[in-house]
């Protein structure tokens, strides 16, 4: 996929609350002092009334967000991920999901791809956190289309939702005329018989190429994009695992608690179905270049296929 555009979600963040802004003058867009790195600079820039900045103090960012929602507007939190779902998670669980706030937790630079910032940067957890907040929509888009599509509908949407961003540029896979999103539903990418790869984020273009080089072995893999974690798409996980029986899930997060746990918990509960989980491995990451890192966790496209071949066994 080296000829494909890619452009890091966090971009695609940054971009759309722009456009957000523009036509909606009740949007209000906080950072913590990461406002180049979390692209809300753009917001900044274009709307600075409703730019906030409260400086190094997560906690603090969450509870203001919370504030701003109860006034009717519609606050958008940013920071990393280690931060927003880490350092803040008693703000975010009592302050904003308790009380069920309309506000929306824009989270960058998740996952290990964020390189070279290393362990400490590298969240692995955060969706298996948000996911366990009662009400909390949890979303995970996989390029620049579907992460414009869902800040959109992130607005539109009553409720907390946290949105998990990228730093690594991702491969561009959908088309922006064409591409639908709806909040809760999952998309199938490619349709196949022989196993499911269920993938969220940037591992679904990591299963694409998967699918690729297996279907060159005679593997027919048919791929689905789970871009809503929170609630999950139960119905297309059962079909697809009804039709092909055996099922793999991909995810940039530890294998505890995130998608592929989801994944199981539906199956286990009404369509008993082996499942192998693929992602980090119970695990701190490292510091080094993110594409080195996904290819020593076997989360690049060549490590799914061999996850696949593995299980298929």
């Known amino acids: 996929m080296s000829d494909v555009q890619k452009i890091a979600t966090r971009a695609s963040y940054g971009a759309a609350l722009v456009e957000l802004g523009d036509d909606h003058d009740d949007l209000v867009v906080l950072d913590a002092d990461l406002a180049a790195a979390t692209q809300t600079g753009k917001f900044k820039a274009a709307h600075p009334e409703r730019f906030i900045d409260v400086g190094i103090a997560e ?14 507007r519609k606050p958008f939190a940013s920071t990393f991920a280690m931060f927003a779902a880490g350092r803040a998670f008693e703000q975010v669980r009592n302050t904003i999901g308790y009380p069920h706030l309309n506000v929306k937790i824009g989270a960058t630079h ?17 969706i298996a956190l948000m996911r366990t907040i009662p009400g909390m929509t949890v979303c995970c888009p996989a390029d620049d289309v579907e ?17 998990r961003f990228g730093r690594l540029a ?14 809760g539903k999952g998309i199938v990418e490619r349709t196949g018989s022989d196993v499911t790869i269920i993938a969220t984020g940037l591992m679904v273009g990591s299963a694409l190429e998967a699918a690729e080089t297996l279907a060159a072995e005679g593997i027919d893999a048919e791929v689905i994009n789970i871009h809503t974690i929170k609630p999950l798409d139960e119905e297309l996980v059962l079909a697809s695992a009804e039709k092909t029986g055996r099922v793999v899930t ?7 608690g995130g998608l592929g746990d989801a994944v199981l918990g ?39 296929a061999a996850q696949v071949r593995d299980f298929l066994k």
Do not use: W
């Open 110 to 126: 998740a996952g290990i791809s964020v390189g070279e910032d290393g362990a400490t940067h590298q969240c692995n957890e955060d």
């Open 266 to 304: 539906a199956l286990a509960e009404k369509r008993p179905t082996p499942v192998r989980k693929v992602g980090v491995n119970d695990v701190f990451g490292e510091s080094g270049p993110a594409l080195d890192l996904l290819a020593k966790y076997g989360l690049d496209g060549a490590g799914v």
């Open 59 to 72: 906690a603090n960012l969450m509870g203001v967000a919370a504030g701003i929602a109860t006034t009717g």
């Open 250 to 256: 991909v995810e940039e997060h530890s294998v505890i």
């Open 170 to 183: 991702a491969p561009v896979i959908h088309d922006p005329v064409t591409y639908k999103f709806e909040l």
């Open 147 to 163: 992460a414009r599509a869902m800040v959109k509908a992130a607005y539109d949407y009553v409720g907390p939702m946290y949105m």
